[in-house]
T-cell receptor, first 116, second 113 residues
């Protein structure tokens, strides 16, 4: 299957700072990427859909000013958690749709964010 | 997209077949059944999907009932590395950019030595 990478794999930041997470599709161009968040022992929750060259579409209840998404190229989407707080500590996972394979979605390995 | 119901957890002996059920009684005619799994602290991994016919690939088989209201994912020879949470998802596939995967609670499959 296609490969999606995330960077960093884990990050610790102080409360009030911002942190950026990158999601890359390594061997295909993805016009659409998705960002999920997962708390311990819970399922994945879709945060937003990221479309190349246009604004992201956020799910209900997700603050777009806090979770900034940029999809500036066909292989890169970034999620910036602004003014992070301890309650933002979570596992953030991106996925990218591969248009070559009936648009199947492939997931990145995830980024563990800890806000102290 | 239709809602799915899966058992919270299941055990399976190593080397035996693991049969994971999923109910999707409100599935529409144009909705596909997808299976993903998530090994602890990793991103989900695609397993298989189907519309109405049974499907098989190198990882698993998917059996969909004739009325399409339920399905079973079969791992023919489970190994310890198959221990994971398995998610059954139904969704419309139109090829459009708005299609998205919504995850339920899934089934935690524990393969026992």
């Amino acid at each position: 299957g296609a490969v999606v990478s995330q960077h960093p794999s884990w990050v610790i930041c102080k409360s009030g700072t911002s942190v950026k997470i990158e999601c890359r599709s390594l061997d295909f161009q993805a016009t659409t990427m998705f960002w999920y968040r997962q708390f311990p022992k819970q399922s994945l929750m879709l945060m937003a859909t990221s479309n190349e060259g246009s604004k992201a579409t956020y799910e209900q209840g997700v603050e777009k000013d806090k979770f900034l998404i940029n999809h500036a190229s066909l292989t890169l989407s970034t999620l910036t958690v602004t003014s992070a707080h301890p309650e933002d500590s979570s596992f953030y996972i991106c996925s990218a749709r591969d248009p070559r394979v009936s648009g199947e979605q492939y997931f990145g390995p995830g980024t563990r964010l800890t806000v102290t | 997209d239709a809602k799915t119901t899966q058992p919270t957890s299941m055990d399976c002996a190593e080397g035996r077949a693991a049969n994971l059920p999923c109910n999707h009684s409100t599935i529409s005619g144009n909705e596909y059944v997808y299976w993903y799994r998530q090994i602890h602290s990793q991103g989900p991994q695609y397993i298989i999907h189907g519309l109405k016919n049974n499907e098989t690939n190198e990882m698993a088989s998917l059996i969909i009932t004739e009325d399409r209201k339920s399905s079973t994912l079969i791992l023919p020879h489970a190994t310890l590395r198959d221990t994971a949470v398995y998610y059954c998802i139904v969704r419309v596939w139109t090829g459009g950019a708005t299609n998205k995967l919504i995850f339920g609670t899934g089934t935690l499959l524990a393969v026992q030595p």
